[in-house]
């Protein structure tokens, strides 16, 4: 069996009294592309700000082994457990190269050597490297998000819906890029709405609904369940061209 990346256990998450995420256990394997689907406010965006220390957790957090719960979000980020948030948070004015370099900050001795390495990956930002981040469009944003996490030289990537507002031949390459990271080794929990494209690349799949997992499972498992199929796979006309 894998050696596990992340193992959450008995996670509740409140915004004040209220919880937004109850009771839920998850696993990522190392290596692996874990897919968390789920509707509008089922908690997942709180699910991974909690992982990454943003949110405080009850229940366990353990990263390759290792009990996190009490680390700070640097403590978290230095060890290698990178969050890349929903909503992009570039720093707008910077251009993309000093987005890229802040993102390595704790890198600092090969902070160039990695940097022409994501500019290899992401041959669009280099292109772009002197452009204002709040000018890119939608796709470049995102790419910039994951080149500035990849500086961090991470283990496990929390992506947070990387499709968001993409039109689809730009969300099959950034899901394309994410394979590629998963090849490189990096162990990703990936939340998605688009379920149909996250089932696609997953390994293991969660289902939420109201802050609580109600399935899990291998991707296929996941995607042949009848229930699942209807509610997050059914309303798309099935196989259209190049699908
Ligand atoms: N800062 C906050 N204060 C209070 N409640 C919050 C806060 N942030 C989120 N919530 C609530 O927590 C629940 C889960 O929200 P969350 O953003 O985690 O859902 P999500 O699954 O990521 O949804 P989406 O797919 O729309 O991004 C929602 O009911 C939301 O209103
Ligand atoms: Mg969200």
Do not use: W
Request: net charge neutral.
């Amino acid at each position: 069996m894998l050696p596990l990346a992340l193992q959450v256990r008995d996670a509740t998450v409140r915004y004040g009294v209220v919880p937004a995420v109850t009771n839920l256990s998850l696993e990522l394997a190392k290596g692996q592309i874990t897919t968390i689907i789920g509707a509008n406010g089922a908690g997942k965006s709180t699910l991974l700000n909690a992982i990454a220390g943003i949110l405080p957790l009850e229940g366990s957090v353990a990263f390759f082994g290792q009990d996190i719960g009490k680390h700070s979000v640097e403590q978290r980020v230095a060890d290698g457990l990178i969050l890349i948030p929903e909503r992009r948070e570039l720093f707008g004015s910077m251009t993309v190269e000093e987005n890229l370099l802040l993102g390595g900050y704790t890198q600092r001795a090969h902070i160039r050597t990695i940097m022409e390495g994501i500019y290899e990956d992401f041959p669009r930002l280099k292109e772009r490297r002197k452009q204002e981040a709040a000018t890119l469009s939608g796709g470049e944003r995102q790419m910039l998000a994951m080149g500035r996490a990849m500086m961090a030289k991470p283990k496990v990537l929390l992506m947070d819906e990387p499709s968001l507002g993409l039109a689809p031949l730009i969300v099959r390459e950034i899901l394309d890029i994410v394979v590629r990271l998963k090849d490189l080794g990096v162990s990703i929990l990936l939340v998605e709405q688009n379920a149909r494209a996250a089932l696609r690349i997953a390994d293991m799949a969660y289902v939420m609904e109201n802050g609580q997992c109600i399935l899990a499972g291998t991707a296929a498992e996941v995607s042949a369940n009848p229930r699942i199929e209807q509610i997050y796979l059914g309303h798309h006309t099935p196989a259209s061209a190049g699908d």
